[in-house]
C-alpha cells in the first residue's frame, strides 16, 4: 500500500521522537491482568518510547496517542503560515511537548532563535531535554518557565518576535497522567493544576466555590446544559461535609445529579457532562480565560511589523476570545490581516489524531 503524506509525516515524527535513545536501568515491569495494559503505570512499553518504537507506531497508526506523548495539530498549516525563515526570531507561548517548535526549530536551519513559554513545572523540564537531546542547544533555543500571559515580560527580555505561536489547552502528557487529575477516566486526585506548584487544587476550589458561582462557572467555561443539577448535588455534599476529592468522587456526583435521565441516554450525557465539567474546573482553577486575555491584549507588542501569530484553540470560549480580540485590533490598525474563517484539521488528520477534531486555528498579522 503507498504511503500517504501523512503517514510519511507519522514516520518521521516516531523516529525523530525515538532518536535519543538512553540507556535505562533494568527493573521488574508492572504486571497487569488481560492481555493488554489498562492503567498508566502498566503502559511500560509507552512510557519507554526509545526502548519500543513498533508499540508507538502500532499506538499512534490505530489513531490514538501514546501516553506520557502528544501528538501535536495543525503542524503543516501552522508552518505554510508562518514561513520562516533562517535568522528569524519565534516564540512558542505554550511549549508542551515541543511538537511545534522542534518543526520550526527545523526552519531556522540553525540560524536565528525560538524561545518556548510553559507554566508546568513537571513536563517543562523533559520537554527541554527532549529538544536538547535532538541538537537544538542554547545558541538556538531557550526554555523560559512563566505563563503566557507575561509575554509582555518576556518580549520585553528577548523579543520582539517575527512569529508567534499559542496553542491552548492541555497536553496529552498531562491528561494521561492520573495522578495530574485532568480526566475522569482515569482515577487520581482531583487537581487540574497546569503548575500544581501554585494556587489550589480543583477539589479546594468546590470547597469554597457557592452553589451560583458553580453554576456560573460550568455555563461559562463549559456551557453544560445540566449546570445547575450538578452544582446543586454539589454543594449538597460539601454542606454535609462529604468529600469530593478525586476524580471518580465528582465523575459519581455528576451520575446522581443526572439520575433523572431515562435510563437508555444517560451513560452518554453523564460522559459528555464529565468532560464539560472537568473543564469548567480546569479552566477556573488555571484562570485560563484571563490569562488569555492579557495575552490576546499584549500580543501586538511583542511582535515585530509584518510579524505573524498562529493561536490554536479546541472549545468555543477559547475561540469567541481570540476571534473577537483580533477583529477590535484589525478594525483599529493594529493587525493589516486576520483569517476570515478559522483553519481546521484535515479529515486525515482527525483520523489519525481523535483529539485534534476540535481544533480551531485563527491567525493575524501585524502592520
Excluded at 468546590?206 to 445540566?226: C, F, H, Q, R, S
Excluded at 454539589?234 to 468529600?243: L, Q, T
Excluded at 468522587?249 to 445529579?257: D, K, N, R, Y
Excluded at 509584518?306 to 477559547?318: M, Y
Amino acid at each position: 500500500m503507498p504511503q500517504t503524506g501523512l503517514t510519511l509525516l507519522w514516520k518521521i515524527w516516531i523516529e525523530e521522537n525515538l532518536k535519543m535513545e538512553q540507556e535505562v536501568q533494568h527493573k521488574r515491569r508492572v504486571r497487569y491482568k488481560g492481555t493488554h495494559p489498562r492503567n498508566y503505570n502498566e503502559k511500560y512499553k509507552e512510557l519507554q518510547p526509545e526502548k519500543y518504537p513498533e508499540t508507538i507506531a502500532k499506538v499512534i497508526q490505530k489513531g490514538s496517542t501514546p501516553v506520557g506523548m502528544h501528538i501535536s495539530i495543525c503542524v503543516e498549516e501552522i508552518l505554510d503560515f508562518f514561513q520562516i525563515k533562517p535568522g528569524q526570531k519565534g516564540l512558542d507561548a505554550t511549549l508542551g511537548y515541543g511538537g511545534h517548535t522542534r518543526e520550526m526549530l527545523k526552519r531556522l536551519e540553525g540560524k536565528g532563535h525560538i524561545y518556548g513559554l510553559d507554566v508546568d513545572p513537571i513536563e517543562s523540564v523533559k520537554t527541554e531535554e527532549r529538544l536538547r537531546g535532538l541538537g537544538f542547544c542554547e545558541d538556538i533555543f531557550t526554555m523560559v518557565q512563566t505563563n503566557f500571559a507575561n509575554i509582555d515580560k518576556v518580549a520585553k527580555e528577548y523579543g520582539p518576535f517575527d512569529f508567534v505561536l499559542a496553542d491552548l489547552g492541555v497536553s496529552s502528557m498531562q491528561i494521561d497522567n492520573p495522578k495530574r487529575g485532568f480526566t475522569y477516566k482515569k482515577e487520581g486526585p482531583l487537581d487540574l493544576r497546569l503548575n500544581p506548584q501554585k494556587g489550589i487544587s480543583a477539589a479546594e476550589r468546590l470547597k469554597e466555590v457557592t452553589e451560583e458561582e458553580l453554576a456560573g462557572m460550568l455555563i461559562e467555561n463549559g456551557d453544560e446544559p445540566y449546570a445547575e443539577e450538578i452544582a446543586n448535588v454539589v454543594a449538597g455534599k460539601i454542606r454535609r461535609g462529604e468529600e469530593i476529592s478525586t476524580t471518580t468522587e465528582l465523575q459519581q456526583v455528576i451520575e446522581e445529579a443526572l439520575a433523572f435521565i431515562p435510563e437508555r441516554d444517560r451513560k452518554e450525557a453523564v460522559k459528555k457532562s464529565c468532560q464539560r465539567t472537568f473543564q469548567a474546573l480546569r479552566i477556573d482553577v488555571n484562570g485560563e480565560f484571563e490569562a488569555l486575555y492579557e495575552f490576546m491584549e499584549k500580543l501586538p507588542q511583542a511582535l515585530n511589523p509584518g510579524g505573524r501569530a498562529a493561536i490554536l484553540t479546541f472549545h468555543s470560549g477559547e475561540d469567541r476570545i481570540v476571534k473577537k480580540a483580533f477583529r477590535a485590533l484589525k478594525k483599529e490598525g493594529v493587525y493589516n490581516e486576520i483569517a476570515n474563517e478559522v483553519i481546521r484539521p484535515s479529515a486525515e488528520e482527525c483520523n489519525i489524531n481523535s483529539r485534534a477534531r476540535s481544533a480551531k486555528m485563527r491567525w493575524a498579522v501585524k502592520a
